[in-house]
């Protein structure tokens, strides 16, 4: 929420042109806190706020600022000034950044743009989404084998202001080939010899992603090993970049996002719910609620079929929701398990055996208990003890099914190569109906 | 999955007391690694081998060890070596794990173990589950504002093998309160400057949590602010730990597989998929099951009710299913897109009006489109095109009802304290199920 306090206030140093207090303004708080007072001033005020900031602390409290302000500043103001401060942003934040500008201002912009950076950001800017390249940052240490550990340590406090991450330092041979890591802790505890060499102090032995990883397989690793920051490589192991924790903490909550809308049959929301604009939510709503709507639509032609069954043992309709809703939570339950575990890494392809051992053991004991519970239940409405016994039936055969299909669907997803959260709940559970359907009339049709 | 092409070589060296190999062994790899290759020894084999790796890396190479394993060695090995490795553990993943050792094992050992490092332990155990407190670990680099920065930076050095970070160094006066926090990048970037002291380099306004705080709110913190550490304090400011960004990518990963299975019924699991007996699995899936089981009941009584209306007008009974699935999987929707943006911090409390007004026109929307679809359909299995207008009708009171409770409730639940996620879609979708079957019931009265 904006903290509007402050904006007479900020407005009135800006009119009084009163620098020191606007410098002070701008280095006294968290960058973060700054930013978050400075929420409400226009795109052109904020921008003349930031002049009184340095470089460094500049980028910082911008980077803390709305996407749609940072977007709104870059669009409107002077292309010149802009675009030296982009070069100055983090290379993969501002790719990220320029996706969503306007593109014949980028297109004004990029030529402005000091060649260095232009040249990263067209490389940046071509690696596909929601791989390891278009996470990863290009700013990080290089070491050379050779340097004395005392030197390195002066040589990085040289560059600290530039690099996002100084405390994984990567020691590279003369082609870019990554050779090794050294923490900068490592290299400060052997400050005290001054002849140590970085080569005797790094690891040899790495964990590195390729840059064409997915960047779910990337948060994975860094999450599994707790790292500050994971190297880069292409396939001939040249150093390409890093991706840091930070990002892999908005990999992890993307991801995790993205899955528990797929669950739901929503398609994946690009920015926050409030920022979706009505119309494409509505679509990414709309386009899996048609679809399920015309599965729905096939249970009732399923049900058509069996309509004179009904119509001559009428006590059958009323257990119609419970055997759908029964089943379907059941399929629910199991492919919402088998998905988050196959994103945290808990389970894998290899596991299918035991996994589907697990479920039906699962769909007995639970079919069972509710099979039970259902014969008491229905013998309220059904005319014989006998007649009763179809909705145990049926319920002990639709959880089963639940089961198995839940669990099954999502891995089969995996084996694919498809996203194993498009076998949805709502996917598994539309099957779970037509199916449910068809073993609640044919148990009918057998033991009526 | 287990490397065990490594594991007779290793018990080789063991049977040969091959010191030499075995600390090569240690030494070599990446401490994950050298985990992953020692998977299938027995608790007793993999002990021996640790004992050749200094008790720094013994305590990583450990740290990489699957839980059940370290449990085994803590419960099996040696109590007196435990203890005095216990010691060295990192506070907040040993509190952790004696929290799953068995109890008379844990008061066997707690006497043996170094008094600090036990009072340590005693002091974090006493933090309610997932609040900041149990989160926590107690080793961080504290500093004094009148050391000089070179001075600090080799005082760090010094301390670096203990500390499970020294990127951010806090700032404390006499009585332990928190005063401010230096990076250490900027510390080395000072080295240069031997007069500066620790207190003009620090930064003064500082994000902070409180150790009661929920895991949650902690996680979101750190993630917005892209922090490497945030640190705990007490009421009075004391400071009593830090909360590092590794433990904070387990909070987000564990708090989102949650949610999922809290959206899917199943109350959440403790370990990993395939480590939950199918016992407790069961239970966890079988409590909710009932419940919902018993909300269908309900639906099926309602549905006794209207046998008489269905009995007359044989074809509503086709669209049962849609009508029930249409509604629930609206609700899901809704539902776990609110239960998602509360988790991200994306929507707040205060926002319900906006949500409100979204979901009602997203329902308008969605159920007035399906509702033309559905026109159609009900078109060949109605006998008059004024008796097919129950459906439409029906679907886009179902739909709007499916939003607005899918939306409301979990902001509901989220307004008394409780957890939205617990308003899950199933819950959500067992009750739209009842209303859809009475709103379908009364328009179907009234129309025909």
Known sequence: MPNTLYLPELREMLAEANEAELADFCTELHPARTAEFMEGLTAKEAWAVLHHAEVPLRVEIFGFFEENEQIEIIETQDRAEIAEFIGHLPPDDRVDLLAEVRPWIVEELMPLIPSDERRDIQRLSAYPEDTAGAVMTTEFARLSEDLPADRAVQEIGRQAEELETIYYLYVVDEEDHLRGLVSFRKLVSAMGRP?????????????????????????????????????????????????????????????????????????????????????????????????????????AMVLGKYELVIEQYAWLMLFIPLVISTGGNTGSQSATLIITALSTGDIALGDWWRVVRRELVMGLVLGGFLGIVGYFCALVAAPSYLAAAVIPLTLL??????????????????????????????????????LGIIIYMKVALSVL
């Open 195 to 299: 002849d140590t060499r970085v080569g005797e102090l790094m690891e040899r032995d790495l964990l590195t992603v390729n840059v064409a990883d997915d960047q779910e397989e990337v948060a994975r690793k860094v999450a599994h090993y707790d790292l500050l920051a994971i190297p880069v490589v292409d396939d001939e192991h040249h150093m390409l970049g890093i991706i840091t924790h930070d990002d892999v903490i908005d990999v992890v909550r993307e991801e995790a996002t993205e899955d528990a809308h797929r669950i739901a049959a929503v398609d994946p929301l690009e920015v926050g719910y409030l920022e979706t604009d009505l119309l494409t939510l509505t679509w990414k709503r709309g386009i899996w609620l048609t679809v399920l709507f015309f599965g729905a639509m096939l249970t």
């Open 397 to 434: 055969l639709v959880i089963v099914t639940g089961t198995l299909l839940g669990s099954v669907l999502p891995l089969v997803f995996k084996r694919l190569g498809l996203d194993p959260a498009m076998m949805s709940s709502p996917f598994v559970a539309g099957l779970i109906d037509v």
